[in-house]
């Protein structure tokens, strides 16, 4: 389910989805995570460290 949420977003594959969430942990770890952190992380960019977080702590999409 984990993997399932995150690979819904623009640019995170299954393998980046489990390296994330063996990271870090959790969805909501994820989120709280700073997206300078995020982009340190193999193929995990800038751009895409942001989106990340945005999805992540939209409105729309709170993360329990």
Known sequence: ??????????GVSVKKAKM????????M?????K???LSMLKGIGT?????????LNSENNQVI
């Open 1 to 10: 389910l984990r993997v399932d949420m995150l690979d819904t977003i623009k």
């Open 20 to 27: 994330l969430i063996d990271e870090f942990g959790s969805i």
């Open 29 to 33: 770890e994820i989120g709280e995570t």
């Open 35 to 37: 997206t300078s952190e």
């Open 47 to 55: 751009t895409l460290a942001e989106r990340i977080h945005n999805v």
